[in-house]
Each structure stands twice: as C-alpha cells, then as structure tokens.
C-alpha cells in the first residue's frame, strides 16, 4: 500500500471516529429538559413568525392554489417519507444482524418522527433503542445512526450538484460534487469501524440507493408543491431549496431543524432565482403536511393499540417511558 493511499486511509480513519465521538456525545448527553423546552418554544416561534412573513409577501404571480394538486402531493409525498424512514430503519436492523417486518419498521419511524420534534437526538435515540432492545450492541447502532446521517447529507450534495450541472458554474457544480463525495467517503469509513470492508460496502451501497432515492423524491414533491402554490420553480432550483432543507434537518439541533430549515430554504432561494418568500413558503406548507399525516400516523397507531390494551409498541415501551420521563 502506498503512502498516498496510507495517508487518505487514516484521514477518513479519523474522521470516523469523530463522526462516532459527536454522536455519541449528542446520544448520551442532551440538553436539559428546561434547555429542550426553550428550545422548542423558540423553533415553533420562529416558524410561526417566517411562515406568517413568508405568506404576506407570497408574490401575486402565478395562477392561484391548485388545491387538486397540492393536497395530494402534499399528503402523499409525507406518507412516502415515513416509508423512506421506515426503509433506513430496515436497513440499520439488517446491519446489526436483525430483521423487522415493514409494519414493525414503519411503528419505529412514525414514534421516532414525534421524538425528532424535540431536539435532538430523538428520533435517532428511538431507532437506537428498538434495536438495542432485541439485543443489537450499541456500539453498531449508533454506528448505522451516523452513516444514515452522513449518507443523508453526502447524497444531497451529490443531487444537487448533478442536478444543476447545467444550471451553475462549473466550479460550483464540482465543489457540492466533492463535498458529497467526502462526506460518503467518510460514511463508509464510520460503516467500516463496525464491519470488515465487503460488508461495509454492502450496506453502504444499500444505504446511499435508498438516501438518493429520499432526496430525489422529496425534490419532486416540493417541486410539485410550488406548482400547487400557483409558481413555476425549475427542478433543479428545486433539488437545491430541498437539499438544503434535509440537511438542515440531519445536523440542525433544533427539534426537527424547526424554523432553521425554513430560514435556510429561504436564503438559499435567491442563489437559485427563487424569492425568499416563495422558498419559505414551500418550505413551510412542506411542514404543515408533514404535520397533519404525522398526526394522523400517530393516532391511527394510538387508537389501534388502545383497541388492544397495549402499549404502542411492548419491546419500546421501558426505554420510552424513560425518554419521556427525562425530557418533561
């Protein structure tokens, strides 16, 4: 092995392990439940206020709401993220040496997708805990917590840069190319200190396939939704306001990037020809949809398991009655 190749080595090497070391730090030391609180009281007003503003200066262009078209993409394109999360859920478990049936994953996704609503690490702190539950080490958990993270953020830099390649400069389109390309180098590095290299490469490619999958269909939807909205977007403005909302999502400290996601969509829009108020707008009627069917999610399962007399989910429910003790 050349000492090149020995030196890029131990550069992702190193910065696996501190990929491993601040998840690790954010899993087992979270704010205080008056911290979290704060928190949660800040994000929701900062989202309040951007949508309010966000709306009043909604641009009169456009044909009006086409409610026929909003509503469904809205609604459907929500229910395909809780699938998407449900498939991340498969794919930590299949690593880890577990299999889930879809409706066992999909009960994990829509529980860790109310946690993610307080700050972090909710709902990577349920997914941790289902697994470890059955048995799974939690060394190789939060291993797979990190590189769904890290796959997350590297494919969307790797999306955008594609998608407007002719759209940008080329320097541009090269350095998001690169930085999606570094941080899946370091991913498969995280991947790689809790499995030999073929079976990180494995669960790696399955890893990236259903990330790049997530993000180039939650481009599409938002890109419907502008069209919903009554305002001609290009796709690949699009890939660029939602990219930058999902990784606001995967490293924001924020309960669900909450406020800092819309603020983001917002300033990146002007880069990519798209006004403020129109890309916090989107952003924003995003979020509302991904309300309504969290909540209806989460009541279907509340009302079927009251029918049964059991809690939401019995291998769950120990480590998130902790959870919701420690948080208030």
């Known amino acids: 092995m050349s000492e090149r190749h020995t030196e890029r080595d131990s550069l992702v090497s190193r910065g696996a392990r501190f990929v491993l070391r601040v998840v690790d730090e954010k899993m087992r030391h ?24 966000a709306v009043t200066n909604f641009p009169d262009v456009g044909t009006g709401v086409r409610w026929e078209l909003l509503v469904p993409v809205g609604l459907v394109g929500m229910a395909l993220n809780l699938l998407f999360n449900a498939l991340e859920f498969d794919v930590t478990a299949r690593f880890v040496g577990h299999r889930v049936r879809l409706g066992r994953a999909l009960h994990v996704t829509i529980l860790g997708s109310a946690a993610n609503l307080l700050p972090l690490p909710g709902g990577a702190l349920v997914r941790t805990q289902a697994l470890t539950a059955e048995g799974a080490r939690y060394r190789h958990t939060l291993t797979t917590a990190a590189v769904i993270g890290l796959m997350s953020v590297g494919a969307q830099f790797l999306l955008v840069g594609v998608a407007n390649v002719a759209e940008a400069s080329l320097g541009v389109v090269v350095l998001l190319i690169g930085i999606g390309l570094a941080v899946l180098a370091v991913s498969v590095g995280v991947l790689r200190t809790a499995a030999d290299t073929a079976k990180a490469a494995r669960f790696g490619c399955y890893m990236l396939a259903v990330e790049i999958a997530y993000a180039a269909v939650a481009a599409v939807r938002m890109w419907l939704i502008f069209k919903g909205l009554g305002i ?55 979020r509302l949809f991904g309300f309504a069917v969290l909540a209806v999610a989460s009541g279907f399962l509340f009302v079927r398991d009251a029918r049964k007399h059991a809690p939401p989910d019995p291998e ?12 208030g």
């Open 30 to 53: 979270r704010p205080s439940p008056r911290s979290e609180r704060i928190l949660l009281v800040v994000a929701f007003v900062a989202f309040v206020v951007l949508g309010v503003l």
């Open 232 to 286: 001609e977007v290009s796709l690949p403005a699009t890939f660029a306001i939602s990219g930058v909302g999902s990784i606001a999502t995967a490293i924001g400290f924020f309960p669900g990037a909450l406020g800092v996601k819309e603020l983001l969509t917002g300033l990146v829009g002007p880069l990519v020809g798209v006004s403020v108020a129109v890309g916090v707008t989107g952003a924003v009627v995003s």
């Open 316 to 327: 769950l429910r120990d480590d998130i009655a902790e959870y919701q003790a420690e948080i």
